[in-house]
């Protein structure tokens, strides 16, 4: 196919003078609308463009996909499976320090975002492009995730993000356009004017915006959903199951199917069965608006049916097995800037690489297992325990017995805790203030 050179806005835009006449880009391809609209736009502009697929457990046609990129004139198509290097890698270290942004949201898309980042630059190293692109828009986290790995894990490479360049978002001013466009070349999408939200799905979850959601005020439509069932066609008995955990790391989980009694214990066949059991109870869903990295209120719902039960069974066990010190530690700096570092796109960092290492430090002691039911939307812990750690007794804890603690021990703590209270409460009192 000829190639025809780049626009001098387009050159301009990624910030080098490079003749880009004849040379190959990779891709991050989807397979939907924006990017099977933006790999016939990077044709029509010149580029040989190598598609890029991840698999990290969307369930996605990914044979269909790769023949419909080839159609549109893909020169090559890479799907590259990363599930076992999503759940391992990025999944369980979030399990660990139960990780969440915003109080609400258990960052599935963030999670998946720099194993895909990794491996798009390394078929980008392979087919020697000398850009990657892909098709986050301009007002989103994702541009930012993405880039900032690429430009960590090559310095050196350039980067062709359409929704960026006037003369792609002026010629496509909205999915409408797009769509129009896709008609118009002959591009078959799924999306239709009908349903005009954006999903993004992994193993870890399913995330929409836009559309209609973008009125924080609309209720998602019953039809939006896609990975669980309505809490309330849920089944009518709950499900239980136990998970046992090791330093922190999901181990196994055993449940039962069709009668028959079954135990998971390789890494992805652990986080696909407990997405199986929470998505049948409707377990997972959120509908929050949440603040953006570059500044930007936005209203995403999610579901997140498997990774939910683990962060919950999790967090519980840590009530029984873990120091409150080192838990305090954990919660007030790791927890919550391990999320922020996810959610903001900096995981190839020296300060990610830090707090992983602090993460493993506060593990060690996350040995046990819990007993958990799922019902209609709802995840419930039904018992804990653990075979290695001492820090509960229950008999000191007792209140039918004394045990080894001595109540009268309690007199000597109130009093000192007491002594700054009491300085406080005279001060008050000397100012006629009232507490």
Not at 21 to 36: I, P
Request: a negative charge.
């Amino acid at each position: 196919m000829a190639k025809e050179k780049v626009s001098s806005a387009a050159l301009s835009s990624l910030g080098h003078v490079l003749t880009m006449s004849g040379h190959q880009v990779c891709l991050a391809y989807s397979g939907g609308l924006d990017t099977s609209c933006i790999l016939a736009w990077l044709i029509e502009k010149g580029y040989g463009v190598i598609c890029f697929m991840a698999d990290v457990g969307q369930e996605e046609d990914f044979q269909a996909a790769k023949e419909k990129a080839l159609k549109i004139g893909a020169e090559q198509v890479y799907v590259e499976d990363l599930r076992r290097e999503f759940i391992e890698e990025l999944c369980f270290p979030a399990v660990q320090c139960n990780a969440v942004y915003e109080d609400v949201y258990l960052l599935g898309t963030s999670l998946a975002r720099p194993v895909i980042a990794r491996s798009q630059i390394a078929v980008a190293q392979k087919e020697k492009c000398v850009a990657v692109s892909h098709g986050c828009t301009g007002k989103g986290n994702d541009q930012v995730r993405f880039e900032l790995a690429f430009y960590a894990l090559q310095p050196s490479i350039k980067v062709i993000a359409p929704w960026r360049l006037p003369e792609f978002y002026e010629r496509f001013a909205g999915r409408n356009d797009l769509l129009a466009y896709a008609a118009q070349v002959g591009i078959p999408v799924t999306q239709t004017k009908a349903k005009p939200w954006s999903m993004d799905e992994n193993l870890a979850h399913c995330s929409y915006e836009a559309g209609i959601l973008e009125d924080p005020d609309t209720t998602p439509p019953a039809d939006m959903w896609k990975l669980t069932v309505d809490p309330e066609a849920a089944p009518d008995a709950p499900e239980d199951f136990t998970l046992t955990f090791e330093k922190g790391l999901p181990v196994k989980l055993e449940y039962t199917d069709g009668g028959a009694k079954k135990t998971a214990t390789d890494s992805v066949e652990l986080f696909l069965t407990a997405n199986a059991i929470a998505r049948r109870h409707g377990v997972g869903r959120v509908d929050i608006v949440e603040n953006r990295f570059i500044g930007l209120k936005s209203r995403g719902c999610y579901e997140t049916p498997g990774l939910t039960c683990l962060r919950s069974a999790h967090l519980d066990l840590e009530g029984l097995v873990l120091d409150r010190e080192v838990r305090a530690l954990r919660d007030q700096f790791v927890t919550y800037n391990y999320a922020k570092i996810l959610y903001n796109g900096l995981y190839f960092s020296p300060e990610r690489e830090f707090l992983e290492k602090s993460i493993a430090a506060s593990q060690g002691s996350i040995n046990g297992l819990v007993r958990c039911r799922v019902y209609k939307g709802g995840f419930y812990v039904l018992g804990r325990s653990s075979a290695t750690e001492r820090l509960y007794d229950m008999s000191e804890s007792s209140m039918d017995e004394i045990g080894s603690f001595a109540p009268s021990d309690t007199t000597g703590f109130i009093s000192v805790q007491a002594i700054r209270l009491k300085k406080y409460g005279e001060a008050k009192a000397a100012r006629g203030e009232r507490l």
